[in-house]
C-alpha cells in the first residue's frame, strides 16, 4: 500500500528548513522521515509526516507551496545486501527508482526506506510475490 509523502518547495537560504520543522512542532505535527534536495533555485523538503492532512493545512495557512505523493515504505532486513535485493527485484521487472531515503528508526530487525518508483502498483505486486513486505501507515504510525 502506497503512503502520502509532501514535498515543500524552500527557499535556499539559512533557516527555511528550521522556520517548517517549527511551524510543524508548535502545530504537533510530527515527522517520520525527511529528505532534502537542492536546486540551483530552491530546495525540497520531502516529508513523511504522522498526519498529513494537519500537516497540509498548516503548510496552507503559512503560505507554503507544497505538493503530495504516493510513494512505497519497504520493510528491509537491517542487514547487509539487504537492501540490494530488493534493488535487484525492482530491475528484473524494469521499474525505475527515481529517489528514496530511508525512515527513522527500524522496527523488529527492519529498515524502512521511501522509494518513489515508476509503477507503484506494479511495483507494490511484484515486492509482495516476492516476500519483499510493503509497510502500511500504521507500521510507521501514520494517521
Given at each position: 500500500?502506497?503512503?502520502?509523502?509532501?514535498?515543500v518547495?524552500?527557499?535556499?537560504?539559512?533557516?527555511?528548513?528550521?522556520?517548517?520543522?517549527?511551524?510543524?512542532?508548535?502545530n504537533?505535527?510530527?515527522?517520520?522521515?525527511?529528505?532534502?534536495?537542492?536546486?540551483?533555485?530552491?530546495?525540497?523538503?520531502?516529508m513523511?509526516?504522522?498526519?498529513?492532512?494537519?500537516?497540509?493545512?498548516?503548510?496552507?495557512?503559512?503560505?507554503?507551496?507544497?505538493?503530495?505523493?504516493?510513494?512505497?515504505?519497504?520493510?528491509?532486513?537491517?542487514?547487509?545486501?539487504?537492501?540490494?535485493e530488493?534493488?535487484?527485484?525492482?530491475a528484473?521487472e524494469?521499474?525505475?527508482?527515481?529517489?528514496?531515503?530511508?525512515?527513522?528508526?527500524?522496527?523488529?530487525?527492519?529498515a524502512?526506506?521511501?522509494?518513489?518508483?515508476?509503477?507503484?502498483?506494479?511495483?507494490t505486486?511484484?515486492?509482495?510475490?516476492?516476500?519483499?513486505?510493503?509497510?502500511?501507515?500504521?507500521?510507521?504510525?501514520?494517521?
Amino acid at each position: 500500500m502506497a503512503i502520502n509523502q509532501i514535498t515543500v518547495f524552500l527557499e535556499n537560504k539559512a533557516g527555511s528548513l528550521l522556520d517548517i520543522t517549527k511551524i510543524l512542532s508548535q502545530n504537533k505535527v510530527d515527522l517520520r522521515a525527511l529528505n532534502i534536495a537542492e536546486t540551483a533555485d530552491y530546495g525540497l523538503l520531502r516529508m513523511i509526516t504522522a498526519d498529513n492532512i494537519s500537516a497540509e493545512k498548516v503548510l496552507k495557512q503559512e503560505g507554503l507551496i507544497f505538493t503530495e505523493k504516493p510513494v512505497l515504505a519497504v520493510a528491509i532486513d537491517d542487514k547487509p545486501g539487504a537492501l540490494s535485493e530488493v534493488l535487484e527485484i525492482l530491475a528484473k521487472e524494469n521499474i525505475d527508482v527515481h529517489y528514496m531515503y530511508s525512515i527513522f528508526g527500524h522496527q523488529n530487525g527492519k529498515a524502512y526506506m521511501i522509494m518513489q518508483v515508476a509503477e507503484i502498483d506494479k511495483a507494490t505486486q511484484i515486492l509482495k510475490g516476492n516476500g519483499v513486505t510493503i509497510a502500511e501507515p500504521c507500521d510507521l504510525q501514520i494517521g
